[in-house]
């Protein structure tokens, strides 16, 4: 009965297959890993995203397989966006955007291209998808999305090219028709903070089941330390670091003494 | 073996960072400057942001010039009163210096300023020390006089209100233009990233007429406290500064000064003179480049802020 009113309705079903209470199918996610430590030889790191999909007595009746689209986003950052044209005969910043609140870090990772996932309009729904993220901008004291802005789309290149957002169709794989897998990639300068896991299970373009879970990038030991003071003691970290340059200088002239 | 820079945020390879420093403190010890100007443009390269490359290239600096320092302490040749007098300008000219940094960065024109800082200061004295040295080799090799200064000749500005005596360096001269100097050297230094020796040196011997006796000495201990005051402001204020990088420049560079200064003793004067002229001309123009040539991407990013 209700599939018969979700084909009809698509929107409908779409609803009533985000609650949980009312899904046939229930879906569970688990993260290798729930605390990344950034030590002094990190070098970016990967995690591994298992899940499964528990059917029921009225799921096991669907025919076409299931679609993963599990969504990692970082914690969010202020972004300024700048670009360059020629004035005088130099290049120089000429224009420039303030991105409020954007995710620091942001993967799409799929079982399939998102459009053949689902459709357009469910992804733009549903803000699946790179393109379908918002982007809030600061205008005037205002933060709001500008549609058709070009500097949105070149943010989201400028991060993709540092590998910080990521848009992998098929980088989740089916082990058995219903237990997943797939692999987090998190580069060398990632930002420290919590990090939110969205993973949603589609099936025939429509929405049956979604869940999270998180993780937090943490910088440890020295690493911390140092940020910390820089951040927190500034005046003090300055002294401090002036003083290991006279140490260092003065070893050096002690050491090289000639005379 | 990787290592993580926790302010510059990205992973480097600590071998790389330490070859840069033993090679830039290999010429600073070979022609008896910094080596800011060359250290700050590498930084850059090997994906350093400019401004921590600058910041943390002023704690390097501080470092080098202070052992070099004590070295010329030792053989008393040093003016204190001079090195004192150009600093009180000095510390202003950092506290500017760093101001206008700040602002600058809000305004997305840090980097560009960077640029065309570097393009003029390293091409305007690139290009007189290539003439200078050019010709005094001309001199020695085909034998021509050489042109003696005129003792007494003073400049207008020595005569300004406020003169001090500076005893060793036997001069006796207003203290405004030798405050103005100082301004400079701390203004340009905090915005460059460069200890400003390149530029200290000849304005104290063209300008101030300060004796080549005293001339190095002075200019490492003004160099040595104009970064260790602007190491100090960049930390409290931009919080750019990374010890960690710092570090291992320092240790290289003090190491590679030492091979340096030994190398300078085979070779003659002026042959060195053009030697750092060129190199000072190829590092202006490899930023005039940069400035002129269309960039390979337009747009950039950066981040000006996180949320917890």
Do not use: C
């Not at chain 1, 528990?54 to 300024?80: C, F, M, N």
């Not at chain 2, 501080?62 to 004192?84: C, E, H, N």
């Not at chain 2, 200064?149 to 233009?177: N, T, V």
């Amino acid at each position: 009965m209700r599939r018969a009113l979700a084909a009809a309705l698509p929107l409908a079903g779409l609803l009533a297959g985000a609650g949980p209470a009312a899904a046939a199918e229930r879906l569970i996610a688990a993260l290798s890993e729930h605390r990344v430590l950034i030590t002094s030889s990190y070098t970016g790191v990967q995690l591994m995203l298992f899940g499964s999909v528990e059917r029921d007595a009225g799921s096991q009746l669907r025919k076409g397989p299931y679609d993963i689209v599990a969504t990692v986003t970082g914690p969010h950052e202020t972004l300024r966006a700048r670009s360059k044209s020629r004035v005088l005969g130099i290049w120089m910043n000429t224009q420039a955007r303030t991105f409020v609140d954007v995710p620091a870090y942001l993967a799409v990772l799929a079982t399939a291209p998102l459009d053949v996932i689902t459709s357009a309009e469910n992804q733009r729904h549903l803000q699946v998808g790179l393109t379908h993220t918002p982007l809030p901008e600061l205008i005037h004291n205002d933060v709001g999305v500008v549609a058709n802005d070009p500097f949105q789309g070149e943010l989201i290149r400028l991060m993709r090219e540092r590998g910080l957002y990521s848009q992998e169709p098929h980088a989740v794989t089916f082990l058995t028709p219903t237990l997943f897998r797939a692999a987090i990639k998190l580069p060398a300068d990632v930002p420290t903070g919590h990090y939110r896991v969205d993973v949603k299970l589609f099936a025939e373009g429509n929405l049956l089941a979604r869940t999270d879970s998180t993780f937090d990038i943490v910088k440890v030991g020295f690493e911390q330390f140092v940020v910390n003071a820089a951040h927190q003691y500034g005046l003090l970290y300055g002294i401090a670091t002036a003083l290991m340059a006279l140490l260092t200088g003065w070893i050096a002239s002690v050491t090289f003494r000639r005379d | 073996m990787q290592i993580f820079l926790p302010i510059a945020d990205i992973p480097v390879n600590i071998f790389v960072v330490f070859a840069m420093g033993l090679a830039v403190g290999f010429i600073s010890g070979m022609f008896g400057v910094g080596g800011g100007f060359l250290m700050t443009p590498l930084l850059i390269f090997i994906g350093v942001q400019p401004a921590v490359a600058v910041a943390s290239v002023t704690t390097h600096v501080a470092a080098s010039s202070f052992s070099g320092a004590i070295a010329y302490w030792r053989r008393k040749a040093l003016d204190v009163t001079l090195a004192l007098t150009l600093l009180a300008g000095g510390v202003v000219g950092s506290v500017g210096g760093v101001a206008l940094f700040t602002w600058l960065r809000a305004l997305d024109q840090l980097d560009l300023m960077i640029g065309l800082s570097y393009v003029t200061m390293l091409g305007i004295v690139g290009a007189l020390m290539v003439g200078e040295s050019a010709r005094a080799i001309v001199r020695t090799h085909f034998g021509g006089p050489a042109i003696m200064r005129r003792p007494g000749s003073h400049a207008w500005f020595l005569g300004l209100p406020l003169k001090l005596r500076f005893k060793r360096s036997k001069i006796y001269a207003s203290a405004i233009p030798v405050l103005g100097i100082g301004f400079l050297i701390g203004f340009i230094g905090a915005i460059m990233g460069v200890g400003g020796g390149f530029l200290l040196v000849p304005m104290l011997i063209y300008l101030l007429r300060v004796p080549t006796a005293t001339v190095i000495g002075t200019s490492m201990v003004v160099i040595f406290l104009t970064m260790v005051s602007a190491t100090i402001l960049h930390a409290a204020t931009n919080h750019l500064v990374d010890a960690v990088l710092a570090l291992i420049l320092m240790v290289g560079g003090v190491i590679g000064a030492q091979f340096g200064a030994h190398a300078a003793q085979r070779i003659r004067g002026e042959w060195l003179r053009l030697m750092l002229g060129l190199l000072v001309l190829a590092v202006g123009l490899r930023f005039a480049f940069e400035l002129v040539l269309r960039p390979q991407d337009l747009y950039s990013i950066r981040v000006i802020g996180s949320v917890p």
